[in-house]
């Protein structure tokens, strides 16, 4: 017999990782409950309603040392206001209330000066929003809602490239 730490040859030998088995887990990962999507919504409506009302403060300073300007910063927060009117209409489609809420990101975000730490920031929160609806979109079967998401997904990613910090 083979000691403890070398590989006894006449057992067979397991290939799966345990990573296969969590993509196969994702794969067959059930619906959303109602409940837990309406909560997931609002969670969303009020990180837009932080990122816009943050745009809406920033696209009027002076961004002359920014790398951005103030066109651009305008846009994305056209953007955020876009999606809070979405989100706002989807969880009423649902029979559900919106939150009326705003995400802790706005007063972090009032919190910063400088253009890099801002702009780092807004990274920061647009990332989440995209890794929350890349992991959310397989879980949702409503189509309006999963073709409003996706289009949310894939804004966030253009608007994420235009707005990133430099180095
Ligand atoms: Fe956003």
């Not at 309406?38 to 300073?61: K, Q, Y």
């Not at 702009?119 to 647009?126: A, I, M, P, S």
């Amino acid at each position: 017999m083979a000691p403890p730490d070398e590989p006894d040859t006449d057992e067979p030998i397991e290939v799966a990782s345990p990573v296969c088995y969590a993509h196969e887990f994702e794969q067959m990962a059930p619906p959303l409950a109602a409940a837990e999507l309406i909560a997931f919504l609002n969670v969303l409506l009020e990180s837009e309603r932080a990122g816009a009302r943050v745009l809406a403060r920033w696209c009027h300073e002076d961004t002359a040392d920014a790398a951005i300007d103030g066109q651009t910063l305008a846009a994305v927060r056209d953007d955020e206001a876009r999606y809070c009117a979405g989100l706002t209409a989807h969880i009423k489609r649902l029979g559900a209330s919106p939150s009326p809420s705003t995400g802790r990101f706005y007063d972090k975000a009032m919190t910063l000066s400088a253009w890099p730490d801002r702009l780092r920031f807004l990274d920061k929160g647009q990332s989440w929003v995209a890794r929350e609806l890349r992991d959310k979109l397989p879980r949702i079967a409503d189509r309006d809602l999963s073709a409003f998401l996706q289009e949310m997904l894939e804004r966030h990613e253009h608007n994420l490239r235009l707005c990133a910090a430099p180095g």
